[in-house]
């Protein structure tokens, strides 16, 4: 468990101000009661550590105050701009969760970059928005706690789960979202469910997934239009929206050069907080897929928890 040392708490009355350090802050679900950044949006609470503000200092040639920078908390520990959105920091009942990293800075225009002489809360200052309300002062100690990112990999098949041959592309799921979350950074768990094409058993799985707030759930096999395909029937009946596109896109780029390809009836979709893909039994065509959706897939989990990564 790492740990963020609070330095200082601070608050500015207007936007695009110095903010000034306090005693202490009081945080809301608007975010620090008071505070000109408050409100329903998603960068309540700004963060900046000291180790951001060293390199400044060394930079600009002189000492910068805690708040010059407009941050509510200035903290000591962790290299907070190396954070990912999702990631939560804790105190007691205080919970934070990241946001956004950086911030487009206005430049000349901004009171702060006309008196620092420049900025660093673009590139390594981060948002957060109240998840549970509480007050803050300086000399506490966050907890910082990393978004591991659950993903559930369910395999059809009568046969593979029969033993009569090896399930290969449910591990290939796998390996695929393994390789996913390690070039992003991320931590995850990722289970494996192997079962026969028992449309009532893929039914309690993916009731489970929901209930229990899975990121992410892939299945394979049983997508085509022969008697025992059901799975995209059995999604499609569980999934509050739809996400067409990503499987129609697809189905044209590689249908174009092998027209089997279009019989596919994969879908995907919101269940819940969880995103859903059905992908075919073939370890070639989970290459395929995981391929496109691997492009879109953190900024889909981003989408879903209201946040916008563009």
Same mark, same amino acid.
């Given at each position: 468990?790492?740990?963020?040392?609070?330095?200082?708490?601070?608050?500015?009355?207007?936007?695009?101000?110095?903010?000034?350090?306090?005693?202490?802050?009081?945080?809301?679900?608007?975010?620090? $009661?008071?505070?000109?950044?408050?409100?329903?949006?998603?960068?309540?609470?700004?963060?900046?550590?000291?180790?951001?503000?060293?390199?400044?200092?060394?930079?600009?040639?002189?000492?910068?105050?805690?708040?010059?920078?407009?941050?509510?908390?200035?903290?000591?520990?962790?290299?907070?701009?190396?954070?990912?959105?999702?990631?939560?920091?804790?105190?007691?009942?205080?919970?934070?969760?990241?946001?956004?990293?950086?911030?487009?800075?206005?430049?000349?225009?901004?009171?702060?970059?006309?008196?620092?002489?420049?900025?660093?809360?673009?590139?390594?200052?981060?948002?957060?928005?109240?998840?549970?309300?509480?007050?803050?002062?300086?000399?506490?100690?966050?907890?910082?706690?990393?978004?591991?990112?659950?993903?559930?990999?369910?395999?059809?098949?009568?046969?593979?789960?029969?033993?009569?041959?090896?399930?290969?592309?449910?591990?290939?799921?796998?390996?695929?979202?393994?390789?996913?979350?390690?070039?992003?950074?991320?931590?995850?768990?990722?289970?494996?469910?192997?079962?026969?094409?028992?449309?009532?058993?893929?039914?309690?799985?993916?009731?489970?997934?929901?209930?229990?707030?899975?990121?992410?759930?892939?299945?394979?096999?049983?997508?085509?239009?022969?008697?025992?395909?059901?799975?995209?029937?059995?999604?499609?009946?569980?999934?509050?929206?739809?996400?067409?596109?990503?499987?129609?896109?697809?189905?044209?780029?590689?249908?174009?050069?092998?027209?089997?390809?279009?019989?596919?009836?994969?879908?995907?979709?919101?269940?819940?907080?969880?995103?859903?893909?059905?992908?075919?039994? $073939?370890?070639?065509?989970?290459?395929?897929?995981?391929?496109?959706?691997?492009?879109?897939?953190?900024?889909?989990?981003?989408?879903?928890?209201?946040?916008?990564?563009?």
């Amino acid at each position: 468990m790492q740990h963020v040392q609070i330095n200082s708490v601070n608050i500015s009355i207007e936007k695009g101000t110095i903010k000034k350090p306090v005693d202490q802050i009081e945080l809301t679900h608007y975010g620090v $009661s008071g505070d000109a950044h408050a409100g329903t949006w998603n960068r309540q609470v700004s963060l900046l550590g000291t180790e951001s503000i060293i390199k400044f200092e060394q930079e600009a040639g002189r000492k910068v105050a805690c708040g010059e920078f407009a941050e509510n908390i200035t903290t000591t520990g962790i290299d907070l701009w190396l954070t990912h959105p999702l990631d939560r920091f804790t105190v007691g009942e205080i919970e934070l969760e990241v946001t956004q990293i950086g911030k487009e800075c206005h430049g000349t225009s901004c009171a702060i970059f006309k008196e620092v002489g420049n900025c660093v809360m673009p590139k390594e200052g981060i948002f957060c928005r109240v998840v549970s309300p509480g007050t803050l002062s300086a000399g506490m100690e966050l907890e910082y706690h990393p978004k591991v990112f659950r993903a559930l990999v369910i395999t059809l098949s009568d046969r593979a789960s029969s033993g009569e041959y090896e399930d290969v592309s449910g591990p290939r799921i796998t390996e695929l979202l393994e390789t996913h979350f390690k070039i992003t950074n991320s931590q995850s768990l990722i289970i494996n469910r192997l079962i026969p094409d028992d449309s009532h058993r893929l039914e309690e799985l993916l009731h489970k997934a929901k209930e229990e707030l899975v990121d992410i759930v892939i299945t394979t096999g049983g997508t085509g239009i022969g008697p025992r395909d059901f799975t995209p029937d059995v999604v499609k009946s569980l999934l509050d929206k739809e996400i067409p596109g990503i499987m129609e896109m697809i189905r044209m780029k590689y249908g174009a050069e092998k027209p089997a390809a279009l019989t596919s009836r994969s879908v995907a979709g919101v269940m819940g907080k969880s995103l859903v893909f059905t992908l075919p039994g $073939s370890v070639r065509a989970v290459n395929e897929y995981m391929a496109e959706i691997s492009k879109s897939l953190m900024h889909l989990v981003y989408m879903l928890h209201g946040l916008d990564t563009h």
